[in-house]
């Protein structure tokens, strides 16, 4: 395998957030061998930075599950496939139409900002961010968003989402990478595996030159377009069920580094 990418939350990184010295050590040494990574994530820009503090290599950054394509060296987003205006107005029309009590936020540029209606709730660690703040629905509705971000009150995840999915289909895709009932929403046909396919192919390298890791319903794209996609042993079971094979170790215990040192014989 010539490309390794990976997930972050649930995969690379740890419930603290940290990553440990062994994962770090590990894509260290795969980056001198000339091994390319990709961090593939459902994150937006603005959260990067606090893994990128922990690394001693800077890898191309895939956000927003598959709508920016980040490089950390440039601070650059090199790669871009949001929802246009007319889609996404059409798919909070759609939902506001058929979800009752439904309530939206919008990430811009890769995740650099993200902006809410006053009702929809914000992470305590995002209150008193200067880029995340309320704005009314037809200020959402003004310029392209990298994620439609989608809620109703607490939701089963997974029913939640297929709801959600049914209600986009033909205008966007709906996908949820936890378990508190969110559903995030792209464009249509953008996805992880999308948007990895065109970095890979950048690099001239196919579907079989690379592995992939991940472990929530976003990756399974990913996972399932990889030539060797690897779901991790804390994963949703609907990603292990579809991975070409699972972590031994969850990510709390060194899964990624581990499966990446027995595969490279380090």
């Known amino acids: 395998m ?91 029309a759609r939902l506001r139409d058929s979800v009752p009590g439904v309530v939206f936020a919008v990430e811009r540029d890769g995740g650099r900002q993200m902006w809410h209606e006053p009702e929809f709730p914000v992470g305590p660690w995002e209150v008193d961010h200067e880029s995340v703040g309320p704005a009314s629905f037809a200020e959402l509705l003004s310029r392209p968003a ?3 971000l989608v809620r109703a009150g607490a939701q089963p995840a997974d029913e939640f989402t297929a709801r959600v999915g049914a209600c986009l289909d033909g205008v966007a895709e709906a996908t949820n990478s936890s378990s508190s009932g969110m559903v995030e929403v792209s464009a249509a046909g953008v996805t992880k595996a999308s948007a990895l396919a065109r970095v890979a192919r950048g690099h001239a390298l196919a579907a079989e030159d690379v592995i992939a890791f991940g472990d929530m319903p976003n990756d399974l794209p990913m996972l399932t377009w990889a030539g060797r996609g690897v779901a991790m042993a804390n994963g949703h079971p609907a990603v292990r069920a579809a991975a070409h094979d699972v972590t031994a170790a969850t990510n709390e215990d060194d899964g990624v580094a581990a499966y990446l040192e027995g595969l490279y014989r380090y």
């Open 2 to 92: 010539k490309l390794v990418a990976t997930d972050l939350d649930g995969t690379l990184v740890r419930g603290d957030r940290t990553v440990s010295p062994r994962t770090i050590k590990v894509l260290h040494r795969l980056d001198a061998d000339g091994i390319v990574i990709v961090l593939v994530t459902g994150r937006p820009i603005r959260w990067l930075f606090p893994v990128y503090d922990q690394l001693t290599v800077r890898p191309l950054a895939i956000c927003a599950n598959g709508a920016a394509t980040y490089d950390p060296g440039s601070d650059a987003i090199v790669h871009s496939t949001p929802l246009e205006t007319d889609a996404l107005a059409e798919a909070c």
């Open 146 to 148: 990298s994620k439609l």
